[in-house]
């Protein structure tokens, strides 16, 4: 029960429980820093009492073996930890302390710039002229882009009066024309072909709707076609290679067998000691 107390740090003030010292027996010594002995007897009947009975003595230091050093460790420990912990606190008040001082001078400091700057923007109306040039250079920049596409307009006008360019832009826009003419009959072609196709290997409905997908959207709105020759079928065509045979389906790999040895469950034994009361 005395060392539950000391763990807990229930003593009350003033007493200081330095060593104890058990016995195999039912007995048991405690050495304590006490300011007399009435109080030290006071707290040990109304704690202990319960649990067994005590007697208390005035220890003599000086004719002590080892004890005197054990507790003159102990106090100076104990002095200098109640030091640091004085001193952490005090420094930990003076950094709160400065830390406050730092963000007043810095609001301060805001304040007086922006203090200035909104005097000095009163004085030279810097965000109205600020504002004045960026409009100036967006109408700057649109003007600039109208004339530069009259200038093209222009250009483009000259170029095309005289008569080596305007023969060659004719010619370039006949020449696309063609091209995109070819394209169509090579499409008709290509669509008439796999029609064919499909109806020598037996397949009317998807030669009909090949055709329809193949067809430009003029035929499949039911416009006459153009008169293209169609091609006529190829051997190739008429007897189509069989189909190629479906690979083997592989095997099923087996199912990978758990290797891991199985766990073995660990019992952990504890045996209880008993403790001598006071």
């Not at 020449?175 to 796999?194: E, H, N, P, R, Y």
């Amino acid at each position: 029960m005395l060392s539950d107390h000391v763990s807990r740090k229930t003593l009350p003030q003033g007493l200081k429980c330095r060593l104890i010292l058990p016995t195999s027996g039912t007995q048991s010594v405690s050495v304590w820093d006490s300011p007399d002995m009435h109080t030290i007897h006071a707290w040990v009947e109304e704690s202990l009492s319960e649990y067994c009975a005590s007697e208390c003595f005035q220890i003599v230091e000086e004719h002590s073996l080892g004890l005197q050093m054990e507790l003159a460790r102990a106090r100076t420990t104990e002095t200098v930890a109640g030091r640091t912990q004085a001193a952490a606190g005090i420094a930990a008040d003076r950094a709160k302390q400065v830390a406050a001082s730092a963000t007043a001078t810095a609001a301060v400091a805001s304040q007086q710039v922006r203090s200035k700057a909104a005097s000095i923007d009163e004085k030279y109306d810097v965000t109205g002229k600020a504002k004045q040039a960026g409009t100036q250079v967006s109408k700057n920049a649109k003007v600039a882009m109208e004339q530069a596409t009259k200038t093209a307009n222009v250009v483009q006008k000259k170029a095309m009066e005289n008569q080596h360019v305007a023969k060659g832009v004719t010619q370039a826009r006949k020449g696309i024309s063609f091209l995109s003419q070819k394209m169509t009959q090579l499409g008709q072609q290509v669509s008439a072909s796999v029609q064919e196709y499909n109806t020598s290997a037996g397949n009317p409905q998807g030669s009909q709707d090949g055709v329809q997908r193949g067809m430009p959207a003029s035929s499949a709105q039911g416009a006459p076609p153009s008169a293209v020759p169609v091609p006529e079928a190829t051997p190739a065509a008429s007897n189509p290679a069989p189909a190629p045979a479906p690979a083997p389906t592989p095997e099923p790999a087996p199912a990978a067998q758990d290797t891991a040895a199985p766990a073995t469950p660990a019992a952990v034994a504890s045996e209880a000691v008993p403790r001598a009361s006071e």
